[in-house]
């Protein structure tokens, strides 16, 4: 399951985004924010919308799905 | 020299010409008059040319379907206007009309381009140019007229690729997408959730799936 990505030069290690995971999925590992129980994450993007510098992104992947029975 | 000659060498566009050059442009222009209001042409029909005001004052604007007008820009004399067709060779990006009593030169397409005939790089650089203004014109109906939810559907409708396809599945975050049509994140958050409950979208974990594409183009 993918989790979202912490940029390690811009975290700050505030543990804002430990205090809002609703799941409590995230940690602060050696001074960084880490995703350190990734079943636990729903990738709500709490942790995107609440870090203050920016280190977090919750980037969404744009699928199509295929019609089995497209309308006509 | 004719008039419309000597006119011409007032125009940027043909300032730099010679007048043999100016005489054969003006001998294949048109002079049309239109009332106050009169429509000159409208977005979508097919380019008659280049366009130049000669007196009065002219409207371009873009349209809703309800009937809602965003103005471009006014063209006063001595303005050029409708470049973008002439130059990409599509349709009219925009409508005009008359604000007032008006006379406009029509100078054909034909003609215009002729005089980039010895110069395929300019042609090329010009025509790339001229995309790109007919994309920004629609950005700026997209802005003007559609709503944050409509902006991100049409948004997800353009991004969206079948997976194992051709194309890279492209990934966006919120706070890209709110860059992308002019919104911010949080207003994207709720525009997910909207599109979602209309059953046009599944958001399961980081993907966005693209259930009901003419759902996500009937978005208002």
Known sequence: MPTPEVNPELCTGCSDCVEFCPTGAVAIVNGKA????????????ECETICPSGAIRCPFEVVLVKQENPKK | ??????????????????????????????ERSFDRGEVIFLEGEPCQGLYLVKSGRVRIFKSS????????????????????????????PASASALEQTTIYVVPTKTVNALLAGCPAAQAIIKLFAGRLRHLSSVVEDLSFRSVVSR?????????????????????????????????????????????????????????????????????
């Not at chain 1, 880490?34 to 993007?45: G, I, L, N, S």
């Not at chain 2, 206007?81 to 990409?88: G, S």
């Not at chain 2, 059953?199 to 009901?212: C, K, P, S, W």
């Open chain 2, 152 to 220: 991100l559907a049409r948004l997800l409708l353009d991004s969206a690729v079948v997976q194992g396809g051709p194309s890279p599945v492209p990934r966006l975050t919120q706070e890209e997408m709110a860059t992308m049509i002019g919104s911010v994140r949080d207003v994207v958050g709720r525009g997910l959730r909207a599109l979602e409950k209309a059953g046009a979208i599944r958001i399961e974990g980081q993907r966005i799936l693209v259930v009901d594409p003419e759902k996500l183009k009937e978005a208002r």
């Open chain 2, 65 to 92: 379907p309800e009937g809602r007008e965003q103005v471009l820009m006014t063209a006063a004399a001595g303005t050029t206007f409708n470049e973008v067709p002439v130059f990409d060779g599509g349709p009219n």
């Open chain 1, 34 to 45: 880490t995703v350190v129980k990734p079943e636990a994450c729903t990738y709500c993007t």
């Open chain 2, 1 to 30: 020299m004719s008039s419309l000659a000597d006119y011409l060498k007032g125009v940027p566009y043909f300032s730099a010409l010679s007048p043999e050059e100016r005489e054969k442009i003006a001998k294949d222009t048109l």
